[in-house]
């Protein structure tokens, strides 16, 4: 557990920053189109749920990337 929070706390490539970027407003359009208070088409939702999971899952993966300094 340690690890993991040393990892998501240490210093992140620029590279990884933008993805992380990217992830979170992804995550932020996904959100939109899943609150809408419209009624929109099932198919809208699923993509907007789907859009919203990729978002979380790429800015989490890049907050744990980290780079190697020992080489």
Known sequence: MKK???RATASTPK???VLRT????????????L???VALPAVVITIGGYVALA???L???SQLTTT???K
Do not use: H, Q, Y
Not at 25 to 31: D, E, I, K, S
């Open 68 to 70: 190697d300094d020992n």
């Open 15 to 17: 590279f990884f920053k």
């Open 55 to 57: 978002g979380g899952i």
């Open 59 to 61: 800015s989490a993966t």
């Open 35 to 37: 609150t809408a208070p």
């Open 4 to 6: 993991i929070v040393n």
């Open 22 to 33: 990217i992830g979170l407003a992804l995550v932020a359009v996904g959100g939109t189109v």
